[in-house]
């Protein structure tokens, strides 16, 4: 019993001959105009109510958005490719690119975005002072002068923290553009995918306003055909009516006696 219950959930693609489940199937007339016209462009002998797998549909839905993409803009790439795979796949695009950016990270570049982060505080700023303000106190009021007036060591100090410090903020610098640019990458395939969704969903639209007009055409000859035969019977009723009324009113008055006769 289950298993006769399971083969009747079961049928056959009309592309690939395999039995699926009647999830994986799609009806061919409940695709979008332009991948039902690429299924039979491949298959003239399929019917209109052909079943097909989904797989297959994301195949030729894949084709057909690198088609649209090529006839739009010549050539696609790799970007454009990838939203087409995905939206063939209907798979998510969007990603936290900076995580992943940030996950593969060497010891040198996580330094570099702590020092960067460290020099463009407020913090460096108050505790740099400090220390400046101190070694100069020391040197000017202090017992010892080891670094007297103008403060030579303290000026080779600075060059050397300021030529030090510079490269690495580049560093990190060069480590925001580089996710500033994944960023922008990954904006770009999301537009791209809402863009070709939304026409998709505009084609879809007009396919099943197109169906329900149809539809409600054939609906109201059905309708006009049926009231047309309820008017001609209707006509051939009230005919036999008066038709039997007359026949009556004939036979009823050739079996009455006139009036006035005497008996």
Not at 34 to 39: G, K, Q
Not at 52 to 65: E, F, K, N, P, W
Not at 91 to 99: G, V
Not at 203 to 216: I, Y
Request: hydrophobic content about 40%; charged content about 25%; aromatic content about 6%.
């Amino acid at each position: 019993m289950t298993g006769h219950d399971h083969s009747a959930d079961n049928d056959i693609c009309t592309l690939t001959g395999r039995s699926l489940s009647k999830r994986e199937l799609v009806s061919l007339d409940a695709l979008r105009p332009a991948l039902a016209d690429a299924i039979r462009q491949d298959h003239p002998e399929v019917p209109a109510h052909a079943l097909i797998a989904q797989d297959q549909v994301a195949l030729y839905r894949s084709r057909y958005v690198n088609a649209m993409l090529a006839s739009e803009r010549g050539e696609i790439n790799d970007l454009d490719r990838q939203v087409a795979e995905s939206l063939a796949r209907s798979e998510l695009i969007t990603k936290n690119t900076d995580d992943e950016i940030d996950r593969d990270r060497t010891f040198g570049q996580r330094l570099a975005d702590h020092v960067a982060s460290f020099g463009g505080s407020w913090a460096f700023l108050i505790s740099f002072g400090i220390v400046i303000a101190f070694w100069m106190s020391i040197n000017l009021f202090g017992a010892t002068h080891f670094d007297p007036y103008p403060f030579i060591l303290l000026n080779l100090l600075l060059s050397c923290v300021a030529a030090v410090q510079a490269p690495v903020i580049m560093m990190s610098q060069q480590r925001q553009e580089e996710k500033d640019r994944a960023r922008s990458r990954n904006d770009y395939q999301i537009n791209l995918k809402a863009e070709l969704e939304i026409r998709h969903l505009h084609e879809k639209m007009d396919h099943l306003v197109n169906r329900q007009w149809q539809r409600l055409a054939e609906i109201q000859e059905v309708q006009i055909e049926l009231l047309q035969e309820l008017r001609s019977a209707q006509t051939s009723d009230a005919k036999a009516a008066r038709a039997a009324i007359s026949t009556s009113r004939a036979r009823s008055g050739g079996s009455a006696k006139p009036r006035g006769s005497k008996t």
